[in-house]
């Protein structure tokens, strides 16, 4: 069954702090995979898209990672802010025709002054 | 939201009742998408349209049926709404150019409460 399951499902931090989210996922056959932020009352953001053969790629201060072989990615957030406060959701794109996300519940980060 | 209006917002409504959710775009984007998102799921897709009058079923299709008679309006409809159908809905919109890499552009959402 195709899942993707993040970790962990919650995270309070102290700003200017780093940290590291986590994506495993069993989607088969893999397209790419998707990190989206999420502010509370809004919709998700698209932050990354990593193809099979990018292992690492960064937007600012998250920068994701991608290990196709153990089919694990991770979103790691630098000197985090105020504002970083969302919940993450890595989605991961199934390959042919329809192209169907398969999205994970989230992680919810709490980032305290 | 990446030219991306849902209405109403916010809704409350009887068990029993139709329901119907509007998302308009302003993208000219081809494909739109309706999920709904709930407390330990991940988002979940209810319908998908890849065309004006083309339309597919998601994974939670039932009790939900849709119609796009044009290329920005995308209609969500809940035949009779009931209290498992409470739950914050999106609109998504994708380009969909054949680049495997095109991103779902998501809107606002909608709170639908079913009493």
């Known amino acids: 069954k195709n899942q993707v399951e993040q970790s962990p499902q919650s995270l309070i931090i102290l700003e200017g702090k780093n940290c590291t989210l986590q994506c495993n996922y069993t989607v088969s056959p893999f397209s790419n995979l998707r990190w989206y932020k999420q502010d509370t009352g809004r919709g998700p953001v698209s932050l990354t898209i990593m193809t099979f053969s990018e292992n690492t790629k960064s937007n600012g201060r998250y920068t994701a990672t991608l290990d196709a072989d153990t089919k694990q990615s991770s979103l790691h957030i630098t000197a985090s802010q105020l504002s970083d406060s969302a919940s993450y959701i890595c989605?991961?794109?199934?390959?042919?025709?329809?192209?169907?996300?398969?999205f994970g519940q989230g992680t919810t980060l709490q980032v305290k002054p | 939201d990446a030219g991306i209006t849902q209405s109403p917002r916010h809704k409350v409504t009887e068990t029993g009742t139709p329901v119907t959710l509007r998302c308009h775009q302003t993208e000219n984007h081809r494909y739109m998408y309706w999920y709904r998102q709930d407390p330990g799921h991940g988002l979940r897709l209810i319908h998908y349209s890849y065309g004006v009058k083309d339309t597919d079923k998601g994974e939670v299709s039932d009790g939900y049926s849709v119609s796009r008679s044009k290329t920005e309006d995308f209609l969500l409809t809940l035949e009779s709404a009931t209290s498992s159908q409470t739950s914050v809905y999106f609109c998504?919109?994708?380009?969909?150019?054949?680049?495997?890499?095109?991103?779902?552009?998501f809107g606002p959402g909608t709170r639908l409460t079913v009493l």
């Open positions: 998504a919109i994708s380009p969909q150019t054949g680049a495997s890499t095109d991103t779902q552009y």
């Open positions: 989605v991961v794109k199934n390959s042919g025709n329809t192209g169907k996300l398969i």
